[in-house]
């Protein structure tokens, strides 16, 4: 009983993610490729995926949530910096940001994590 | 790019380019949620299953939450609509991609299950620079190294979660979401950073408003407003430019 109850609920959530994608893929057979729609919808997207970001960053859940705002802010700032002035190398920015971000775990041990 | 006269060297492109940063954080992020599972008690089999069936993270997690929590059927089915409806706008924007390619039209139905965040600023940056007619092995190469690398980040995140150390899981963590804010704001097109831009600023309350919804409804005010103002942006830009 529990088990098979298990598969309905991961089931739905398959097909809640996929209907989206199903649905996208209809509409775009019936419009032409250089319809303004496109842009629009990437335009969305960008939206969604941004709030998304700053979601995990300022409103987080599990583990980045045990560490103080400030901290996660400071960290990707540096990210941003190191990506943004040293010629947009996505490795730089990454190296800026998790050195922050460790540095900081560091000198600032928070509590019920073990290093 | 260069020239890619078969489909199979097409692959291997797709494979190499997603051997890397892209790779490594599909590992990261799936390690992350591998341990999320094992600590709500789902088991590894439907672990696995999760990141190869649902392919998107946040929804993801919001199953396995809400499932945790014995939230009722149609919470689990709204929450994971909610946060995985980014894949409508993503799917639609990307399929003109495609759109010079032979293949049989229904093939874009699989390649739209193949869709990530990942695979789709690759294809929407690089995908007009592959031959038409290669585009779909490219894509299907780079994707598949990526679920792979997620397959593997979920068994390790599942398997090893009690003997890593926290500050290892951290880590692993925080690369997601500064990977993604510099990937998308790493954009050329004006509207679609100042949609990024809003998007960011409007997301946390909007989240806290509706957490269900927020994000859908962050993407519709935001992505609209941009493209509303793309024209005047364009006039912005170039203002700037002659004055430069």
């Given at each position: 009983m529990l088990e098979s109850s298990a598969w309905i609920f991961?089931?739905?959530?398959?097909?809640?993610?996929?209907?989206?994608?199903?649905?996208?893929?209809?509409?775009?057979?019936?419009?032409?490729?250089?319809?303004?729609?496109?842009?629009?919808?990437?335009?969305?997207?960008?939206?969604?995926?941004?709030?998304?970001?700053?979601?995990?960053?300022?409103?987080?859940?599990?583990?980045?949530?045990?560490?103080?705002l400030w901290h996660r802010l400071i960290a990707m700032a540096l990210a941003f910096l190191g990506f943004y002035v040293l010629g947009k190398r996505l490795w730089v920015g990454i190296v800026f940001g998790e050195t922050g971000f460790i540095v900081l775990l560091w000198f600032n041990g928070v509590d019920g994590i073990g290093l | 790019m260069k020239e890619l006269e078969t489909n199979q060297k097409a692959v291997m492109a797709g494979i190499s380019n997603a051997f890397g940063l892209p790779a490594l954080i599909l590992f990261s992020a799936?390690?992350?949620?591998?341990?999320?599972?094992?600590?709500?008690?789902?088991?590894?089999?439907?672990?696995?299953?999760?990141?190869?069936?649902?392919?998107?993270?946040?929804?993801?997690?919001?199953?396995?939450?809400l499932y945790g929590m014995g939230a009722p059927l149609i919470a689990v089915v709204l929450g994971v609509a909610g946060v995985n409806a980014r894949f409508m706008p993503m799917t639609l924007s990307m399929m003109p991609v495609f759109d010079d390619s032979p293949h049989n039209r229904r093939w874009n139905y699989f390649l739209a299950h193949m869709i990530s965040i990942n695979t789709w600023t690759e294809m929407l940056n690089r995908g007009l620079e592959i031959r038409a007619d290669r585009r779909m092995a490219y894509f299907l190469g780079f994707s598949f190294t990526c679920m792979t690398a997620g397959i593997i980040g979920v068994l390790q995140g599942y398997l090893l979660f009690e003997s890593?150390?926290?500050?290892?899981?951290?880590?692993?963590?925080?690369?997601?979401?500064?990977?993604?804010?510099?990937?998308?704001?790493?954009?050329?097109?004006?509207?679609?950073?100042?949609?990024?831009?809003?998007?960011?600023?409007?997301?946390?309350?909007?989240h806290l408003l509706t957490p269900e919804w927020g994000l859908v409804l962050t993407g519709l005010i935001t992505g609209t407003l941009a493209y509303l103002l793309r024209h005047r942006l364009q006039v912005l830009l170039k203002k700037k430019e002659i004055n430069a």
């Open positions: 991961f089931l739905s959530a398959v097909l809640a993610t996929y209907v989206w994608r199903f649905a996208a893929v209809m509409i775009s057979h019936r419009i032409q490729a250089n319809h303004p729609i496109f842009e629009w919808f990437t335009c969305l997207a960008y939206g969604i995926i941004a709030a998304l970001v700053a979601r995990t960053l300022i409103i987080p859940t599990g583990l980045l949530a045990l560490l103080p | 799936m390690t992350g949620f591998g341990s999320f599972a094992q600590e709500q008690g789902l088991s590894l089999y439907m672990s696995l299953l999760s990141t190869i069936m649902i392919w998107g993270l946040p929804g993801q997690v919001v199953h396995v939450e890593m150390p926290q500050m290892v899981s951290l880590c692993f963590v925080f690369l997601v979401p500064i990977y993604f804010g510099l990937i998308m704001s790493n954009t050329v097109h004006p509207p679609y950073l100042l949609a990024f831009v809003l998007g960011c600023v409007l997301g946390p309350p909007m």
